[in-house]
């Protein structure tokens, strides 16, 4: 069961970060959403969804490495 809450944590995060790349390319492909006020908002949240997606994955990853002692802390 908590293996499945775990895939789920790190399952939503990427599929937000997903969807910022997919921001990311319509806005130079000219595929512009009619929610965004600017092309320049549509390209700098798809940006903020990504990077909020892939920084969660890797807190997440570094946060279990830490617990299970996989990784060396730096003092």
Known sequence: MIRIIA???LLIP????AYGIKLMRDTL???????FFHIGIQFFAGFLFFLG???FI???????????????EDN
């Open 58 to 72: 890797g807190g997440f990853i570094v946060y279990r490495d830490k617990k299970k002692k996989k990784q060396r």
């Open 7 to 9: 895939v789920l944590m």
């Open 14 to 17: 990427g599929l937000i970060s």
């Open 53 to 55: 997606g892939v920084a």
């Open 29 to 35: 492909f000219n595929d512009f959403h009619p929610i």
